[in-house]
């Protein structure tokens, strides 16, 4: 099974190539390659998930989001990227988690403290490990992913990017929404 599955890798990453060239020797742009349908987590699915948020259109834009972030790790685990490009795949992806976790701190806080200053994300999971609602080592981790999301502002970088970013570092953001993730449903349920 493993040795068919490398032969038809090498003859897709063959006709890839191959397709390539003759789209680039004919001048056309676009074409169609069809996407692997049901890879992709439906909406739905993290919609279930995500019973801990009330507000019905935040809900729904995060596992719209979620969705998107099925299309980077598809892209990361089946295409050999290497050096830059996969690094932005992998920042993006990084960004993408960043966003989604802190608007979801930012809900969470702002039910929690609703008469309170509008919560930033930072003074957010402070709200949460203050309230015991999520542990402060995640709250630390929520913070460095904020950080690396903060960096999809190009125009205060200090450095280059070039090998900033890692599949250890996807995989440590992707740990932190479990994380996340569990620790908001067992609140929920010491609230029931």
Not at 42 to 59: D, P, V
Request: glycine residues 4%; positive net charge; aromatic residues 10%.
């Amino acid at each position: 099974m493993k040795d068919d599955i490398e032969e038809l890798v090498n003859k897709i990453s063959q006709n890839l190539h191959i397709l390539e060239d003759k789209l680039q020797k004919s001048e056309i742009e676009k074409v169609n390659i069809r996407f692997p349908r049901g890879y992709l987590r439906k909406a739905s699915n993290f919609r279930k998930r995500l019973y801990f948020i009330k507000n019905e259109t935040l809900k729904r834009n995060l596992a719209y989001h979620f969705m998107l972030s099925d299309v980077y790790r598809w892209i990361l685990n089946r295409f050999d990227l290497s050096l830059t490009a996969k690094e932005m795949i992998i920042k993006e992806g990084l960004a993408l988690l960043g966003n989604i976790m802190a608007a979801i701190v930012i809900e969470i806080a702002s039910k929690i403290d609703p008469n309170g200053d509008k919560h930033g994300v930072k003074a957010s999971i402070t709200v949460l490990v203050e309230r015991e609602i999520i542990t402060e080592e995640l709250g630390k981790d929520l913070k460095w992913l904020w950080g690396v999301r903060c960096k999809e502002h190009l125009e205060n970088l200090k450095d280059w990017e070039y090998q900033k970013y890692s599949l250890n570092d996807y995989n440590k953001a992707i740990k932190i929404w479990y994380a996340l993730e569990d620790q908001l449903n067992n609140a929920c349920k010491r609230e029931s």
